[in-house]
């Protein structure tokens, strides 16, 4: 599969569920595969700034001069894309808060969707320039969520990802996680099996 990044956002640190699945799918990836090629960005300790029209200037302008805080913010971006450029299997950790995805999440996305960058705009609509890669998706939520209404996080990623070109996209789902001791446990099992179902 080659070069995997892997992308964290929950403000739980090692009380996430997501970070969980994150770290089985890490051994079990590595079990497997001779060479560390996995890259780590855990966006809640290391958060990406939130869009504001300051940084907004400095990302999609070519003609201004820019601040320091402005500097960082486009040398930050250009990193950020060309770290997602690099590999070729995407995992982001995607737990579901207030029935989306987290703001450390968003944030990473306002960052790396570049106009002429990571998509462009054409005759025939939009069309994303980051090809030939795979997402998959650990999503995490308290309750029952999967195909329904309630559920904005999975037809967000898929089409966030599919605007800047990534259409090859897997979810898998650990929901119930506030139901109890048993729900839980079934939840992650089932999780994990997915995972082992996926490398395997």
């Not at 699945?21 to 958060?47: C, G, H, Q």
């Not at 400095?58 to 950020?80: F, G, H, M, P, W």
């Not at 979810?171 to 099996?193: D, H, T």
């Amino acid at each position: 599969m080659g070069k995997v990044l892997i992308l964290k956002s929950s403000i739980l640190d090692k009380y996430s569920n997501s970070n969980k699945m994150v770290d089985y799918f890490i051994e079990k990836w590595l079990n497997e595969n001779s060479e560390n090629n996995i890259t780590i960005r855990d966006l809640a300790k290391s958060p990406v700034p939130t869009l504001d029209n300051e940084l907004l200037d400095a990302i999609c302008k070519n003609d201004v001069e820019l601040t320091e805080r402005q500097k960082k913010a486009l040398d930050l971006s250009n990193s950020l894309i060309l770290e997602l450029k690099e590999h070729d299997l995407i995992v982001i950790a995607a737990p579901m808060y207030n029935f989306h995805i987290p703001t450390q999440l968003k944030n990473y996305f306002d960052f790396v969707i570049r106009a002429g960058i990571t998509f462009c705009y054409t005759e025939l609509g939009s069309q994303g320039l980051i090809e030939g890669k795979k997402a998959i998706i650990l999503t995490t939520r308290g309750g029952i969520y999967k195909d329904t209404p309630s559920d904005l996080l999975t037809p967000y990623m898929n089409l966030i990802l599919n605007f800047i070109g990534i259409k090859e996209i897997e979810f898998i789902f650990s929901e119930g996680l506030a139901l109890g001791n048993e729900s839980v446990i079934q939840s992650q099992n089932s999780a994990y099996k997915t995972i082992d179902n996926i490398l395997f």
